[in-house]
């Protein structure tokens, strides 16, 4: 059976229209998870202390059918879908609101050693054995993203600030997509109306760091990509209509 979590929207999580999209649909995400792996004791309270870890994202997906409105309380579902992935665990995810999916996706993520800054296999903190479940769902896979910043525009620096930052001392994952909103303000963001985003988090961003966020528009898709100084591409992104 597949983990859930009640939750009630909140204003804090809204778009500029006063619904729910996504970016709260992303920090739904992000709740549901840490949920799940409190449920199993296996959360980011007990990671650091008992094995020196944290669990990071390595890709997400998040596909927003309809937005969340005020009145009536969510289900958030996550479970852990199979897979061939020893160093990884493969979440599919739901949100479902007055009997219908308003948004449903994917979170691929793994444990990271805070000391040796690499990261571990599930076993390596006795993570539980037999917990996949084959759950029917329609979520998109994930796409092979270009990692490539070939005819992208450079839209701003981003500085990685004290606020940015958790447990694991890099940029936690939801500000990369708020990041990558501010490369366009508001206008071109109604006029878009991003349905889908997916996000490849290949390098971690420190405090302090300097990034370069570029982008490329294509008919019915944004790329974007975050750049460290030195020329590394720190995470991709694409956004859908």
């Not at 549901?32 to 004791?41: A, N, P």
């Not at 994930?142 to 910043?149: A, G, K, W, Y």
């Amino acid at each position: 059976m597949p983990f859930v979590q009640e939750y009630w929207p909140q204003i804090r999580d809204t778009d500029l229209d006063g619904f729910v999209g996504l970016r709260g649909g992303l920090r739904c995400f992000q709740d549901v998870y840490t949920g799940f792996m409190y449920s199993l004791g296996k959360g980011n309270d007990v990671l650091p202390v008992r094995y020196g870890a944290v669990w990071v994202y390595t890709h997400c997906l998040i596909r927003m059918d309809k937005k969340l409105e005020y009145g009536a309380p969510a289900a958030l579902s996550a479970w852990i879908e199979p897979g061939n992935q020893p160093a990884r665990v493969l979440l599919g995810v739901t949100i479902t609101q007055r009997g219908e999916i308003a948004a449903r996706g994917r979170i691929d993520t793994c444990v990271f050693s805070l000391s040796e800054r690499r990261p571990l296999r599930p076993r390596d903190i006795e993570f539980p054995d037999g917990l996949a479940e084959d759950v029917p769902n329609s979520i998109p896979p994930f796409s092979r993203l270009e990692r490539s910043t070939e005819g992208m525009e450079k839209r701003y620096e981003k500085t990685v600030r004290f606020s940015d930052l958790d447990s694991s001392r890099h940029m936690n994952n939801l500000r990369y997509f708020e990041m990558f909103q501010d490369a366009y303000n508001s206008a071109f963001w109604a006029d878009f109306s991003a349905r889908e985003v997916e996000i490849s988090f290949l390098s971690q961003c420190l405090e302090g760091e300097k990034l370069s966020v570029m982008s490329r528009p294509e008919g019915d898709s944004l790329r974007l990509a975050a750049v460290h100084a030195d020329g590394r591409v720190a995470s991709v992104a694409v956004f859908r209509k």
